[in-house]
């Protein structure tokens, strides 16, 4: 039995559903938290349920900054989305306050529950498989940005520090290539050099953002298609999900990181590179739902380094997985050896794609921005 079923009784006391708890049952695939949809019965009406989460404490060190920053950001966009004429309980996340009126349940091993009501009548997609699906995600998300454009993003606290700071992800390469505690590094020349080769560009947002050009903005920096909410009747983009890792940031990375996730129809670890390809169409598609989603709320100078935040996002991430393969899988959870390592490949062969279709890139963006 898991740490979460061992407290989830206590969990499900803290908090007033508002009726019978009939049953609380393991819900959804993620991978970071405990995740479970409760079941409860109130009175004659019909069944209601709930998404009750116990948060990862590997993940997340201080639970406590995560549930601030979700409070702070959801209590804005339902205040906007009302003004807007829209659904403050169906197209932003609602947090369910414990009896104690806090917004998470400490347990008595230290794990942070956290309650939402389910919103009824939605789906979620692992994949995209039309650039039209990969659009109404797009959508979402330049929405988000919009709807967040006023907040003060410097008030929300860094819930996983340098989560995407580039130069710091090269100088902890660097460090495990020097350390090679595997005996690995002899048998990856290739990918260290990728890397070196694009050193200075693991600066350029970075130097973009120190120089005043790119504006920190609230980021939701996990911008992929299963964390946005389908309407089950309309197909439409509804409700941005999974706000851990809301906090300041770049809106060209939560638009990269898209990108990066869904613009390739391989598996993030295919073997056969000849299948990994970076594709046009769907960056296509992405960016004119992007910024239809955004409407307007970028600056001139976030359209241009838009294709670079696309471009960043995949060279980090394969950064990421290269350093946890050199220092032994430690990070990244792997079902075979040598997974991390074709993870990376993964993402530079996109990388190397992306620097091929650059001019096309930026030929798309320029086509939208207006």
């Known amino acids: 039995m898991s740490q979460a079923e061992q407290f989830l009784q206590e969990a499900l006391n803290a908090f007033d559903f508002g009726g019978q708890v009939v049953g609380a049952v393991r819900f959804g695939s993620g991978h970071i938290n405990d995740t479970f949809c409760v079941h409860t019965q109130p009175g004659e009406d019909p069944c209601r349920r709930f998404i009750l989460q116990r948060i990862s404490a590997n993940a997340f060190h201080h639970p406590d900054q995560v549930m601030a920053n979700i409070a702070g950001v959801t209590s804005y966009l339902k205040k906007e989305i009302a003004a807007a004429g829209g659904d403050p309980e169906r197209e932003t996340l609602s947090l369910h306050t414990a009896r104690d009126g806090s917004f998470f349940h400490t347990d008595v091993e230290g794990g942070a529950w956290r309650v939402y009501p389910f919103v009824e009548n939605t789906m979620c997609l692992q994949c995209a498989d039309t650039p039209q699906r990969f659009a109404t995600s797009a959508r979402a998300f ?101 706000l851990d890792t809301v906090m300041p940031g770049l809106s060209v990375n939560d638009f990269g990181d898209s990108i990066r996730f869904g613009a390739n129809h391989c598996v993030e670890d295919e073997t056969d590179l000849s299948k990994v390809s970076f594709d046009l169409n769907f960056f296509d ?80 963006v320029d086509q939208y921005r207006t």
């Open 285 to 364: 598609a992405y960016t004119q739902g992007f910024l239809e989603g955004a409407q307007g709320a970028l600056t001139e100078a976030e359209l241009d380094y838009l294709p670079w935040g696309a471009r960043l996002m995949t060279l980090e991430c394969g950064i990421r997985f290269l350093t946890d393969y050199l220092e032994g899988d430690h990070y990244f959870h792997i079902q075979r050896p040598g997974q991390n390592l074709d993870r990376c490949r993964t993402q530079f062969k996109l990388v190397a794609d992306m620097e091929r279709c650059w001019d096309e890139m930026k030929a798309v």
């Open 142 to 242: 330049g929405k988000f940005q919009r709807m967040l454009k006023d907040y003060p993003a410097d008030t929300l606290y860094e819930t996983i520090p340098r989560f995407h700071d580039t130069e710091d992800r090269l100088v902890k390469l660097k460090a495990a290539v020097a350390a090679d505690v595997m005996g690995r590094v002899q048998s990856v020349q290739p990918e260290p050099a990728f890397v070196a080769a694009r050193e200075a560009d693991c600066s350029v947002a970075l130097q973009a953002l120190r120089e005043g050009k790119l504006p920190l903005r609230v980021t939701h920096n996990d911008t992929k298609l299963n964390n946005v909410l389908l309407d089950r009747s309309t197909g439409e983009a509804l409700c941005v999900i999974d």
